[in-house]
């Protein structure tokens, strides 16, 4: 069993920060890449930022100079840096990992449960 447990979230006024962090534990061998995804309501899930196990990154254009995203490798947890948030950044956070577990064939993905993020304006 692997679990992804997300904590950060929150309300705050438009220019603000927030820091997410995820923590990836169970029975791990390891894990690959590390991201962080969105939903806000009524639209589909979007990749926010990916990091992968050697710290390559990508953002999402509308994210691109506000939010990092980083990686403790030892700790098996992704952060996600949130700077100058505005209202469309309001939606529910999902953190995902690329996991290769220690009982079984080939990595899979898995989701955690959802932080939510407000950003009032």
């Known amino acids: 069993q692997v679990q992804l447990v997300e904590s950060g979230g929150g309300l705050v006024q438009a220019g603000g920060s927030l820091r997410l962090s995820c923590a990836a534990s169970g029975s791990i061998f390891s894990i690959n890449a590390m991201g962080w995804y969105r939903q806000a309501p009524g639209k589909q899930r979007e990749l926010v930022a990916r990091i992968t196990s050697g710290g390559s990154t990508n953002y999402a254009d509308s994210v691109k100079g506000r939010f990092t995203i980083s990686r403790d490798n030892a700790k098996n947890t992704v952060y996600l840096q949130m700077n100058s948030l505005k209202p469309e950044d309001t939606a529910v956070y999902y953190c995902?990992?690329?996991?290769?577990?220690?009982?079984?064939?080939?990595?899979?993905?898995?989701w955690g449960q959802g932080t939510q993020v407000t950003v009032s304006s």
């Open positions: 995902n990992a690329n996991v290769l577990p220690k009982y079984g064939s080939g990595y899979r993905e898995y």
